[in-house]
């Protein structure tokens, strides 16, 4: 097969380097920073996995063909996707390429003096002359010295210059842009984020089977989950009364850290949450879980206990599923608390306001086959009714039981649950510290002028000035040093 | 006590507005009643001696503007007993006192008065669009919402925002006025407005002062969303907005800098840039989904 195509060994070299001056160029980089800047779009439109698995699916459920389309090009997990990863990290390899041999050339220009005065200093820019007084030289001196230019003094001129900021800021700025991206996959392969909704009283201990969601980095240790422990005390919830809007959540939690033995009260608020070294502890959502019992015809209890609801609407109206696989044949409720009861033409049973003032629970119970052995995963809060008969719908106050044929279920109250979501990200801090570190790269970058200025004194004065990028400000400065050496100011 | 406090936010806002049409009718009439010169030399010139007073009106009128519409944000601020940036309807005075307190800033050292007609207009249809359609009730801020961060963050980005919008006028005016040039000479009336490269270098100073500052506001939003969300990027349609406005407005710079791009094209890149920092306002806040959303915008 090599004997087909000869290449020779130094067109293939020739060729890499090619493709790397081509990637490092400037424009490849306009072009990809503008790519990464469209290829984000999509993502923003369509619902991503990580925000709204739920949408996602109803994408699939409506239009399941285009659903799958869409899915082989990535689009519902657009920014984990081949295509967006390749363009940014062909983008940060152009700006490697770019940014560190301009990191050695700035390195050994800033300690290089700078270059000697032109011959014709007349061509210049911001160019004036006029006859010497004699003492123009020591003037300019002291002048460059006071505004720390960096100077070369040569047969009776100066040459000066200053701004080496503005590349300084640059460099900075984009090398800690890779600092950032460093943080970021730092914190991706060795975190871990895990979800848990746990009832008022109830207690989590923190081992991998206590989540209800987890996501370990690939190189996260399952040892490395700290040892604590937490019972959840009290979670108060307060709502504007007119507009029902939230105003306030705070949870309040009994903590034992390491032994188990010591343990402390702590307070979590959304703005606030527990911090455990890298590992943080926050309040993400709530809602509340109906108590029921659940007996049999012969009056033996099958299920006991609250079983956590989800929220449809911000007055927390929640519609939930309880199962009893253990009875036969087994039996299926399929649930909807609404904490403030009131009832709508349009929407039967709605709540007005999410505090539990006159709690009701509407019930439909279903007899027949859960689907639970049937190997497909299911969702807790929902039941599969295809191979289940209804026997009854009933609307509960807190206290009243529900009876039918093949047994009966009582209201007995409710739960407030809250959601907590414990993230270890140890890569955050460098993130931060590169964010801080661009900031100041870039004001230093975009707020200084780098520009040169001569002066040569014979018979006259001679000086002239020179702005890099066509900066503003020279030409005032320049004002400013003739009216110095002049003696006006 | 802080009824009070909102009523008066309510009727200052419509004092701005009334202040600010007054502005945008002294700006017109400005630019339609000043009078041709008949002089051979100027000839096709256009005498605005004649209308100085009433463009000093028209600023005049702006500045008072700015000022009602200052007090009755701070107002509708002190009426919920937090910063006045919870809906979008604060969000929408404020950014429209951002925009015109960016042209009278930058009216102090460049002559921008040309300017003033589409500012005002600009400033009337945002008002005009928040009173009518975004407005809510003074009401405490739901509990995401209740940290430090949100003055730091928001008015970072408010004040990006007014000035980016103010970049993206003149960049516009560029455009326009290029077309004009390149088929014959200026028209009268717009003989008075800056040089092609003035309003070229006008546009890219504005953008390179605010650039640092929007980057700022993004860092800033993501510190508060590590606190409050337990991450501090999450790909929330907002925070992908606000990423593809930095990197429109960064490959900008760079275009400019680096490439030295000028004129049209840089002109044309700035447009955009600004104008997915609207889209990210206007679309992602009223039919987006994601955490910034907020119940009733």
Known sequence: MSNEIEVPELGSVGLLRYGWRQLTSMRTALILLLLLGVASI????????????????????????????????????????????AIYILLFISLIGCVLPRTFEHFHAARALPPVTPKNLDRMEHFSTWSSQGDELDKARAWFKSKRFRVLEKDGSISAEKGFMRETGNLFFHLALILVLLGISFSSLFGMRGMAIINVGERFVNTTTSYDSLKLGKLFNENNLPDFALTVDKFTAKYNVVTSAPEDYTLDITFAADDFNKTEKR??????PLKLGDTSIYLQANGYSPVVTVRDSKGNVALQGPVPFLPQDGNLRSIGAIKVPDADPQIGFVGSFVPTYSRSGTDGAVSVFPEALDPRLLLAAWLGDLGLDSGVPQSVYRIDTSKMNQVGLKSLKPGETFTYPQGSITFEGYLQWVNIE??????????????????????????????????????SV?????AKNAAPGLESEMADFVAMLKGEK | MSRTWAYLSNYLVYSSMAVYTLSFIAHAIETAWAVRVTTEDSKKNMDYKRTEKVARIATA???????????????????AGRVPWGNMYEFSITGALA????????????????????????VLLTLGTAVAVLYRPSAPLVPALKSTWLVIHVSAAIISGGVFLLANAIAAAYLYLDAMESRGERTAWAKRLPSLEVLDQLSYRLVAFVFPLWTFAVIAGAIWAESAWGRYWGWDPKETWAFITWVAYAAYLHARVTVGWRGRKAAWLCLFAGSTFLFNYVYINVWGTGKHTYSGL
């Not at chain 1, 307070?267 to 606030?272: A, R």
């Not at chain 1, 900031?439 to 014979?458: D, E, K, P």
């Open chain 1, 422 to 459: 414990i993230v270890n990200d140890p890569g955050k801090n460098y993130a931060l510290l590169g964010s801080i570190v661009a900031i100041l790269g870039l004001l230093a970058s975009l707020f200084t002028r780098r520009r040169r200025i001569w002066i040569r004194v014979g018979k």
């Open chain 1, 42 to 85: 999509p993502g923003s439109l369509v619902p991503q996995r990580t925000q709204n698995p739920i949408q996602v699916g109803e994408y699939f459920k409506n239009s399941p063909e285009l659903a799958k389309w869409m899915d082989r090009f990535s689009l519902f997990d657009v920014y984990g996707s081949p295509w967006f990863s």
């Open chain 1, 462 to 466: 001679e000086v002239a000035g020179l």
């Open chain 1, 267 to 272: 307070t979590i608020k959304v703005n606030s």
């Open chain 2, 99 to 122: 925009f015109s307190g960016a042209y009278l800033v930058a009216l102090r050292k460049y002559d921008l008065r040309w300017l003033g007609l589409l500012v005002s207009i600009a």
């Open chain 2, 61 to 79: 009128m702006m500045i008072l503007g700015f000022v009602l519409l200052f007090v009755g944000v701070v107002a509708r601020g002190v009426s």
